[in-house]
């Protein structure tokens, strides 16, 4: 991903705020290392170390491809950022009028050889949707796998029931989950196969037309120590007369949402007591986040 400034950032907030689009949950790569990709647009992917992408599995449409199984959904114009905030880049399907749904990202030989991965790794994905439809994430479909149920109800998949695991709002905006591969193991998935052409990671939608997903950033990894740990992002604690940002070694600063400098700290804590109400932006080494000041 070319350097994005904090100008641009704080860009890309103001015209979420003026056109009601998808809010970011950006993911932080200078935090992570040793990268399994799937799904990720190139001008994020260009940011992270080539010596720190171990396999490279996007859709090339020659060895891995995206399968949407028998024209179960229908293929959206993606409008707006996806996760990273790069506008337009980001998988957007509706159910049609099959009765089923299914999609997954597979390939022919050579295959992917994904025995690398074990319990030090995490799996990443971004959701979003205005629909209520439960949405199930199998990890390595076709082999022993783990079925996630991103839902608040059971999910019938062929006569097979699959639990709930998480839920996220249906608000219209970007959610991502950051599973260890331990919890996927424990549901019994394993890597054995160094040449996949399976279903390594797919998706299904339920059966109601319409039924829309958007889906982002799907990929493998392992965290690395940083000065603002990978968790850092939701550790930041608003209260009456402060702000805070508890693993951070760079200090606060706050913009508002025109990029202009409202206060600055060399602490992890900011007062806020002389700060109008509002939204604003933070910005604490690589971390970078919207928040309202009530």
């Known amino acids: 991903m070319k350097k994005i400034t904090l100008t641009l950032v704080i860009a890309a907030i103001v015209a979420?705020?003026?056109?009601?689009?998808c809010a970011q949950a950006e993911f932080n790569f200078a935090g992570s290392k040793n990268y399994?990709?799937?799904?990720?647009?190139?001008?994020?992917?260009?940011?992270?170390?080539k010596a720190d992408i171990k396999k490279d599995y996007r859709p090339d449409d020659v060895t891995h491809f995206l399968?949407?199984?028998e024209n179960t959904y229908t293929n959206n114009e993606p409008t707006g950022p996806n996760s990273n905030g790069v506008p337009g880049t980001f998988i957007d399907f509706s159910v049609g009028s099959v009765g089923w749904s299914g999609f997954g990202f597979a390939g022919v030989k050579p295959g992917k050889d994904m025995t690398g991965i074990d319990d030090s790794y995490y799996f990443h994905i971004a959701l979003k949707t205005s629909t209520a439809q439960n949405q199930v994430v199998i990890i390595n479909g076709d082999g022993p796998s783990a079925k996630l149920n991103f839902g608040?109800?059971?999910?019938?998949?062929?006569?097979?029931?699959?639990?709930?695991?998480k839920n996220f709002a249906r608000d219209g905006e970007w959610h991502s989950f950051d599973i260890p591969m331990s919890t996927l193991s424990k549901?019994?998935?394993?890597?054995?196969?160094?040449?996949y052409i399976g279903n390594v990671v797919s998706f299904l939608s339920g059966?109601?037309?319409?039924?829309?997903?958007c889906i982002d950033a799907v990929f493998f990894y392992q965290k690395k120590n940083t000065g603002i740990s990978n968790t850092a992002t939701e550790k930041v604690l608003i209260g009456e007369k402060s702000i805070s940002v508890p693993e951070t070694k760079s200090g606060i600063t706050l913009y508002d949402v025109s990029g202009k400098l409202v206060k600055t700290s060399n602490q992890s804590i900011i007062?806020?007591?002389?700060?109008?109400?509002?939204?604003?932006?933070?910005?604490?080494?690589?971390?970078v986040k919207k928040i309202a000041i009530k």
């Open 152 to 165: 608040n109800t059971p999910f019938n998949d062929n006569g097979k029931i699959i639990d709930p695991y």
């Open 271 to 287: 007062s806020i007591e002389d700060i109008d109400k509002g939204i604003y932006i933070l910005k604490s080494g690589d971390l």
């Open 67 to 69: 399968y949407v199984w």
């Open 36 to 49: 399994y990709l799937i799904y990720l647009d190139e001008e994020t992917s260009a940011q992270i170390p």
């Open 16 to 21: 979420f705020m003026s056109t009601n689009l």
């Open 187 to 195: 549901m019994g998935c394993k890597f054995t196969d160094t040449a």
């Open 207 to 213: 059966a109601t037309t319409g039924s829309n997903i």
